[in-house]
Nanobody, 123 residues
Framework: QVQLVESGGGSVQAGGSLRLSCAAN????????IGWLRQAPGKAREEVAS???????RYSDSVKGRFTISKDNAKNDLYLQMNSLKPEDTGTYYC?????????????????WGQGTQVTVSS
């Protein structure tokens, strides 16, 4: 059974930093693509960043240059370092993974999801 468990969310003032972690358990082999997605109140879920088995990363335009995704393949852990946070970064952040041989183009294509962790950025 695949289980994704996020941690590291919290409240921070604009300009601050947070680091999210995700422990991915239950994959016989590591997932081919794992990423961070977020959902703000009243908005659709969107991908923030993803990374595949070749360490190729993808970022949404809104976080490029501020967020960094990384993973520890030995432990199947995923991280998201978030710097220069803005109020519009507020939302629930989810770790999601897929065994597909590529990172999905739409959030709904991710097969497995964590329970989410709240990030609140105040101005």
């Amino acid at each position: 059974q695949v289980q994704l468990v996020e941690s590291g969310g919290g409240s921070v003032q604009a300009g601050g930093s947070l680091r999210l972690s995700c422990a991915a358990n239950g994959y016989g082999d590591r997932p081919n693509c794992i990423g961070w997605l977020r959902q703000a109140p009243g908005k659709a879920r969107e991908e923030v960043a993803s990374i595949d088995n070749e360490q190729i990363t993808r970022y949404s335009d809104s976080v490029k240059g501020r967020f960094t995704i990384s993973k520890d393949n030995a432990k199947n852990d995923l991280y998201l370092q978030m710097n220069s946070l803005k109020p519009e970064d507020t939302g629930t952040y989810y770790c999601a993974a897929t065994p597909l041989p590529f990172c999905p183009s739409v959030p709904s294509a991710y097969a497995h999801w964590g329970q989410g962790t709240q990030v609140t950025v105040s101005s």
